[in-house]
């Protein structure tokens, strides 16, 4: 197809990769631990780790894994925050032949449940904060795991650091609720153990599925995009060569070191920062709780940093805090946006405070994840997700699946070697979501301008139709958080019985004198009659994910809620 927006790449980004530049990923990761042994692989409270070591770590774990029985194409949950434990039982995972299952932590025994079931995972990483959950699961579910295994906050900071560590978690903060696991073995005891024994390296192929990454858990039935390793490999390789340009600003550096805010069983970290650092050999700062401003300001202090991906509401976060002037920023190079859009604002604050403009990007878990990306050699914020990186085909097309021309707005759909093969024992769900020729459709409103690119509109889903007219929940948004005195915005469509729908708006302020008459005045003279709020609601904080990404549809079945609770009331 025509590529029109490779006439607009940055001197020498190239037109394409080579997913198969390596047969997988541990091959990737194993060439990582040979070249950089002596260099510093992540770091975690003050305390980094080598190649060298997280090679020797993860060899360990995957023979002592291998020794339990498991086998190649199995796959093993991770349910963990950003803890070093994570990237060693990925290596691990990775070089015995096993499939990653990422879990959120956070997740209800209801919705652990619902992934170890339809994963059929045959054994689980967990961070014993997180054990009472596994413990509320199915039994049955439960008794299909082989293999449990327990990690502590401390478990890799040696003595006596990590048994403070623990200790405080325990039993000052209280942090480990009680929890029963029959059976479950122990992280550090199995290293010890799997020291003694020797890894029998796995020989995957590309098309092997190397981790699925559960999605969709907001719209219907969560389902597993099944990654495999060329997907993996080729997005790592896509955003190699998508940040050269900005990394030339600095041939001297020999080490590249990432914040690791995001967490890891989210695909934008994991590929974004952990698999990209391993390539290019660099450094990632493990940040356990983000919204723990405090540590981890006093965490990112430690470090020179270079590249910093995160979502709007981190960015936005530190650019309040009092302290974030703390943070050395003069010499990062890359500032990354995604999981959401960036705003206006909190992207031109950003580049007065640190002088990195905001790159804002886009991708999704079925794409491994990037898609489209603005060029990391740019001086402004442009209010798109940029060009599609190299490799990588868009179009736009309408319900019937006709491509539509530049600047009409359709379903953005992609095509590449990042996207996923298909839903995890899901043929139906996969079938409706590729276009006949091969696409996937993403589910976002989007429109492509004649130098490619791209704008997202909004979600389909999110799509407000007031009175016959489309409102995008985004430029709404947009407009609210320009103001000074309001932090976070989110805006939702609701019933009304004059115009179908109406617009509602939930505003978190940054300056508490901040009034409903101050606020509307200043939407009036930025958003036409049928895009203004018909209510404003002010709220102290919003519902997030843990990326940080604003639950509009929460919002909006809490309206719904609350209505036919009153017209309930009312009745009676």
């Not at 020797?56 to 291998?66: N, V």
């Not at 950003?82 to 995972?93: C, D, K, R, S």
């Not at 940040?287 to 910093?308: C, G, Q, V």
């Not at 976002?444 to 791209?454: E, K, R």
Request: net charge neutral; charged share 20%.
């Amino acid at each position: 197809m025509d590529r029109p927006w490779l006439a607009h790449y940055p001197e020498g980004v190239p037109a394409d990769i080579d997913p198969g530049a390596y047969r997988s990923l541990s091959q990737l990761l194993q060439q990582s631990f040979d070249r950089h042994a002596d260099r510093p692989a992540f770091a975690f409270m003050g305390r980094r780790t080598s190649y060298a070591q997280w090679g020797r770590d993860s060899a360990a774990l995957g023979a002592w894994l291998q020794a339990q029985g498991l086998r190649a194409g199995e796959r093993i949950a991770l349910m963990m925050p950003n803890v070093p434990q994570y990237p060693i039982a990925v290596a691990a995972a990775l070089r015995a032949g096993l499939v990653v299952v990422n879990v959120n932590p956070l997740y209800t025994a209801r919705e652990l449940e619902h992934q170890l079931r339809d994963s059929g995972a045959s054994a689980i990483v967990i961070l014993e904060n997180f054990a009472h959950t596994l413990q509320q699961v199915d039994a049955a579910v439960r008794g299909a795991l082989r293999v449990v295994l327990v990690a502590s906050f401390g478990d890799m900071l040696g003595r006596p650091k990590g048994c403070l560590v623990n200790f405080v978690v325990r039993r000052v903060k209280h942090l480990v609720p009680r929890f029963s696991l029959p059976g479950h073995q122990r992280f550090p005891a199995a290293l010890a153990r799997g020291r003694t024994l020797a890894l029998t390296p796995v020989d995957a192929k590309p098309e092997d599925i190397a981790v699925l990454q559960y999605t969709g858990g907001t719209t219907g039935v969560s389902k597993g995009a099944a990654l495999s390793h060329r997907n993996l490999i080729a997005n790592v390789l896509q955003s190699v060569a998508w940040n050269e340009p900005a990394l030339r600003r600095r041939p001297e550096l020999q080490q590249i070191n990432t914040v690791c805010a995001l967490p890891l069983y989210h695909i934008f970290a994991f590929t974004v920062v952990m698999l990209l650092s391993a390539r290019q050999g660099g450094m990632f700062v493990l940040i356990p709780n983000p919204r723990d401003l405090k540590a981890t300001i006093a965490e990112l202090s430690r470090y020179e940093l270079h590249s910093f991906p995160a979502v709007n509401t981190l960015f936005n976060a530190l650019l309040h805090h009092p302290e974030f002037p703390r943070v050395d920023t003069s010499r990062l190079l890359i500032s990354l946006g995604g999981g959401m859009a960036v705003q206006e604002a909190v992207a031109r604050q950003w580049l007065e405070r640190t002088g990195c403009p905001i790159c804002e990007g886009y991708g999704l878990s079925e794409t491994s994840p990037s898609v489209c990306c603005n060029p990391t050699d740019t001086d402004h914020f442009s209010g798109t997700i940029g060009l599609p990186i190299p490799s990588t085909e868009v179009v736009v097309v309408d319900d019937d699946g006709h491509v539509l021309p530049p600047g009409q707005a359709g379903e953005l759909a992609v095509r590449g070697p990042q996207v996923m093969g298909g839903y995890w024992n899901r043929p139906d769900e996969t079938a409706r979501a590729f276009t006949r020729d091969g696409y996937f459709k993403t589910g976002d409103i989007a429109v492509i301008d004649a130098q490619g690119y791209v704008r997202i509109v909004d979600r389909k889903k999110d799509m407000i139709l007031v009175s016959g007219f489309n409102v995008y929940p985004n430029e709404v948004e947009d407009v609210a958080v320009s103001h000074p005195g309001v932090l976070e915005a989110a805006a939702v469509g609701v019933p009304d019985p004059d115009s179908g729908e109406s617009v509602l708006l939930f505003v978190v302020r940054s300056d508490p004198k901040l009034d409903e008459a101050t606020l509307r005045a200043f939407l009036h003279d930025r958003l036409t009659g049928y895009k203004r709020p018909r209510r404003i609601v002010f709220r102290d904080e919003l519902p997030k994910t843990s990326v940080g990404k604003i639950l509009r549809r929460s919002l909006r079945e809490q309206v719904v809620r609350d209505a036919e609770a009153a017209a309930a009331h009312s009745d009676g």
